[in-house]
């Protein structure tokens, strides 16, 4: 079992303790998205469906709609997706064709790029393997950024990949990089470029994107490319943010709207020199160094108080910083991995989860994911806000 995204709180928000989660069967090779009530008794389970690399990631990105009425989940497959609204009350469903990377809060818009294009460049697998992939990777005007509206059920392509390879302020230097990488390996594009990573911030009111491939098959001889972009709800006011290709790594928004926090390196550093945890606003300004955190993990800070930070790393560590002292807390080791097993077959499969902290709204408590024999499971703790 698993909590879809360490943006995206599991717990209901009308207040009642219900816990939104993703479980599978092992054995069928099957999932369900399931809701458990403040006990953590099992009271609802739907959505049944055969299981890909990604369930082992994100579960199926389910989400809560902001008033509980609704949970949106991902459905479908890779190569062919979907994605589902349903109503609790009723179980009644409405489908869309398209891809899901979890809800806002507030609003009936949902944006998400297409999860098959990250897979097919060789998230995931680790190979390329371009005939999962939805929509062809040379077809830049095709795919992107889309827009989905389930209550006029209308799916529409507000930004092609096309467009945001026209706004980049390398756009020479890439297309070059690209006609020298497709003659090399003989095909129709060189860079796999797409548009993925949609999150938004807290009222809805702005998203930011990833533009380029942060996980390429090397083989190929491609560079990791990796921008961020920031948008307007209706996708006007589309900025380049900043360049990360050369290490940054898990970005998402600051509890106060306005600023992006990450994993990132100092201007001018090589790959080969340390991250730290980093921010920069929405414009690209005032890019500075938030704390010491280093590792790559998954950042979050608490929206009852700012100065309070939780995030993982790779050593399986769940780590609390105080970003005004610039000082770790608390560390403690909490297993995401079965010993003996790790990287076997894909790189995203039952035998590791990440730990994707996520802070309860009234930061009072912090959900994980947690792997230490056969079955994942979910793990709360209580905080001390503040101190």
């Known amino acids: 079992m698993l909590h879809s995204y360490y943006t995206i709180d599991p717990y209901a928000p009308d207040g009642s303790g219900r816990l939104l989660a993703a479980a599978a069967d092992l054995d069928s090779r099957k999932g369900s998205v ?25 579960g199926f990105w389910q989400s809560w709609s902001q008033d509980a009425r609704y ?49 097919a460049a ?67 594009s060189g860079l796999t470029l797409m548009l993925y990573c949609v999150r938004w911030n ?66 001018g550093a090589t790959q080969q020199d340390s991250d730290a945890l980093y921010c920069v606003k929405y414009d690209g300004s005032g890019f500075r160094k938030l704390c010491d955190a280093r590792g790559g993990g998954h950042p979050s800070i608490s929206e009852t108080d700012h100065n309070l930070l939780v995030t993982d790393n790779y050593a399986g560590a769940i780590e609390f910083w105080n970003l005004r002292e610039n000082h770790c807390i608390a560390s403690e080791l909490f297993p995401n991995r079965i010993p003996g097993k790790e990287n076997s077959g894909s790189l995203r499969n039952e035998t590791r989860v990440c730990h994707h902290p996520v802070f309860s709204r009234d930061g009072e408590s912090v959900s994980f994911n947690m792997l230490d024999d056969k079955y994942a499971y979910l793990l709360k703790i209580k905080t001390e806000s503040g101190k």
């Open 71 to 119: 949970v949106y989940y991902q459905s479908g497959s890779l190569k062919n997706p979907s994605i589902r609204r349903r109503e609790l009350a009723s179980g009644s469903e409405i489908e869309l064709e398209g891809d899901f990377e979890g809800a806002p809060r507030s609003g009936s818009t949902i944006a998400s790029g297409l999860m098959g294009l990250l897979y």
């Open 202 to 267: 807290n009222d809805a009111s702005k998203m930011l994107f990833y533009f380029g491939n942060h996980c390429v098959d090397k083989r190929r001889g491609e560079p990791r490319i990796s921008c961020l972009f920031t948008a307007d709800k209706d996708f006007s006011n589309i900025r380049f943010v900043k360049d990360i290709s050369n290490g940054g790594v898990h970005w998402s928004w600051h509890p106060d709207n306005s600023h992006l926090i990450g994993y990132a390196k100092a201007d």
């Open 34 to 58: 399931v809701i458990l009530n403040s006990k953590g008794e099992l009271c609802d389970e739907f959505g049944t469906h055969e299981l890909e690399s990604s369930f082992f990631h994100t």
């Open 122 to 188: 060789g998230y995931g697998y680790g190979v390329y393997n371009p005939s999962i992939s939805p929509i062809p990777f040379e077809s830049r005007q095709e795919h992107g950024i889309f827009a989905y509206n389930f209550d006029t059920q209308t799916r529409s392509l507000k930004l092609s990949t096309e467009e945001a390879l026209s706004m980049h302020p390398e756009k020479d230097k890439l297309l070059k990089l690209d006609k020298e990488l497709a003659s090399k390996n003989g095909t129709k």
